[in-house]
C-alpha cells in the first residue's frame, strides 16, 4: 500500500471508531508500518479535522517528522512495531466495556471460544502505569506476550493486525467479548474451556486463516 493511501486509511478508522462508539474524543490513537518508518496518529487532534498529512512519521530510534506531534502514547506503537514483526497495525482505544474490565484490572478470560481469536486462551490485562509513559509501554509489551490484544489497567485496549483492518476488526471483538464476559458474570462466574480445547480452537482458525496476521499467513 502507498503510504498516501494508508495515511487515508488510518484517518478513515480514526472516524470510523468513534463513529460506531468504540471510541471517545481523541483519546484513541492508531500506527501502521510503512517501509522502515513507523505512521502514527498526532496529539490531541479531533479526528474530524485531521488529514492526510497530520499523520506523523517516525523512525526506528522514535525521531518523528511532520508539523504535528505524534500520540502521546507513542511509545508502545512504536515499541509493539519494533519488536513485533508480525504484525504492522496497532489501534488503541477507550471502548467502554473492555475499559469497565481494566478499570477493575481484569482480564478476559476463556468463558467464550472467540477469545482465542486474540491468540491465546485469555485476554491479559496489564498492570496500571502513568499514559504516555515507558513504563506503560513496557507492561504492554508483557501482556501482549503471545497474543494479538490486551487490556490496559485503568486505561482502554490495545488491538494488533496485520492490517488498520484486521486490528479495527480485533478491537471490535474485544470490546464484543468484554461486554459477553461483564453479562455472564452477573450470573455467577462462567466455567472457562479447557487450555486444550482454546489450542484446537485456535488451530481450526488458522486453517481457515481467521484474523490471521502477516506472518502467519
Known amino acids: 500500500m502507498e503510504e498516501l493511501e494508508l495515511r487515508q486509511e488510518m484517518v478513515a478508522a480514526c472516524r470510523r471508531m468513534n463513529d ?68 504492522d497495525a496497532v489501534m488503541h482505544c477507550h471502548s467502554t466495556h473492555a475499559t469497565a ?3 477493575h484490572q481484569m482480564g478476559i478470560e476463556s468463558f467464550h471460544y472467540m477469545v482465542a481469536v486474540a491468540g491465546g486462551n485469555d485476554i491479559r490485562c496489564a498492570p496500571y502505569a502513568t499514559f504516555g509513559t515507558q513504563a506503560l509501554s513496557d507492561s504492554a509489551l508483557e501482556a501482549l506476550e503471545g497474543r494479538k490484544a490486551c487490556l490496559l489497567g485503568q486505561h482502554g485496549q490495545i488491538a494488533l493486525g496485520g492490517t488498520i483492518k484486521q486490528a479495527f476488526a480485533l478491537a471490535i471483538e474485544v470490546e464484543t467479548l468484554a461486554h459477553m464476559y461483564i453479562t455472564a458474570r452477573q450470573m455467577g462466574e462462567p466455567p472457562v474451556l479447557s487450555s486444550e480445547e482454546m489450542v484446537r480452537v485456535m488451530n481450526q482458525m488458522k486453517q481457515m486463516h481467521y484474523g490471521v496476521t502477516r506472518s502467519q499467513q
Request: aromatic residues 6%; hydrophobic residues 35%.
Open 20 to 87: 460506531i462508539g468504540l471510541n471517545q474524543g481523541t483519546s484513541g490513537n492508531i500506527s501502521a508500518r510503512s517501509g522502515d518508518k513507523i505512521l502514527i496518529t498526532p496529539t490531541s487532534l479531533p479526528y474530524d479535522e485531521m488529514e492526510a498529512e497530520d499523520i506523523v512519521a517516525m523512525d526506528a530510534d522514535g525521531n518523528f517528522e511532520g508539523k504535528r506531534k505524534p500520540s502521546s502514547e507513542w511509545r508502545f506503537h512504536h515499541d509493539i512495531l519494533t519488536n513485533r514483526l508480525d504484525v
Open 101 to 103: 474490565l481494566a478499570c
